[in-house]
Nanobody
């Protein structure tokens, strides 16, 4: 079994920063892509950022220049550094990982940007 666990969400004021973490654990032979999606209330889920095992990244235009994705392959962990947060960034952020050629999802962590 593979387990995906996110952490780091919470309440932050506009302009503030948060760092999300996501760790994969269990019976892991290989992890290729890891990344983050988000879903705001009443909106469709959207891709935020993705990173390959080699470090190639793809970041949504809506967060480019503000969010940075990185990973620690030794720890099977992916991070999302979120700076200059805006109220429109409020959403449930879910981590996913391509583990052993299958996709696994975490339960999500809520990020609320509000004064």
């Amino acid at each position: 079994q593979v387990r995906i666990v996110e952490s780091g969400g919470g309440l932050v004021q506009p302009g503030g920063s948060l760092r999300l973490s996501c760790a994969a654990s269990g019976n892991i032979f290989s992890i290729y892509h890891m990344g983050w999606y988000r879903q705001a209330a009443g909106k469709q889920r959207e891709l935020v950022a993705i990173i390959s095992s080699g470090g190639s990244t793809n970041v949504a235009d809506s967060v480019k220049g503000r969010f940075t994705i990185s990973r620690d392959n030794a720890k099977n962990t992916v991070y999302l550094q979120m700076n200059s947060l805006r109220p429109e960034d409020t959403a449930v952020y879910s981590c996913y990982a391509e583990v052993n050629d299958s996709w696994y999802w975490g339960k999500g962590t809520l990020v609320t940007v509000s004064s």
